[in-house]
């Protein structure tokens, strides 16, 4: 891809609404769920332009893995904290090796999401933990789905089902990006049944940040209504349905 396509990724990823608080939400869960770690061990996985990294910086020292080769030629340069080419489904490193485990919308871009997992768990230390969010429900699928290049959409127990045979349990599910989420299906149901965007491979259409804008108003309006989200779950709320879903996964311990 060429560089415009990151710089435009990279200012993306600074100013829209959902990047922001979806941030703002991440930090929050990992520091309240982890006991407000600062000493800690993180791999991010998917790192794109870098903003979850530099997130997870609060909590220690950071590596992370971007699979696509331009973006991380792009991103090295601009991260503060160290950066490679990789693979989820073949991640470069020794087993039992980071303390949290990060892949922030990702294994939906994965063909094969169980072996993303299983790699995940596998650098994972004993007692560490895995963070994982996906994009919910097949039935908000679209044109924001197929221009990001995803496999599936997910519902909760369904993701669950990926750490069947992992040893550990769930600490922590929610749905999450709830309190938008009946506009947001309605307009992508509506979408669908009155033909206005296609979602074939020639006419894919548009992202929803294209649809819904990166900057002024209608940016500092979603942002508000998903904060309402942040402000929830900062008070121990669960939310039964969401645009997004939101799972930690404690590793067993060495005994």
Known sequence: MEQSYFKEYYQLERVNWWFIVRRKILAERIGTLLN?????????????????SDMLTQFGEVMSVEYDEDCCKFTQPILSTPLIQGSITELPFENDQYDLVCAFDVIEHVEDD????????????????IAITVPAYAFLWGPHDVINQHFRRYTLPGLLQLFNKQKGRIIYKTYFNSILFLPIAIFRVAAKLFKSVSVTPSEKGNSDHEIFGTAGFFNSLLAGLFNIDYHLL?????????????????KEELK
């Not at 407000?36 to 903003?51: D, E, F, K, Q």
């Not at 169980?114 to 933990?129: M, N, S, W």
């Not at 709320?237 to 996964?249: C, K, T």
């Open 36 to 52: 407000h770690p600062t000493r800690i061990s993180s791999l991010n996985v998917g790192a794109a332009t870098g903003t979850t």
């Open 234 to 250: 900062k008070h121990h709320i669960r939310f039964p349905a969401g645009v997004s879903i939101m799972v930690f996964f404690k």
């Open 114 to 129: 169980q072996k993303a997992i299983d790699e995940l768990f596998r650098v994972c230390k004993p007692g560490g933990h």
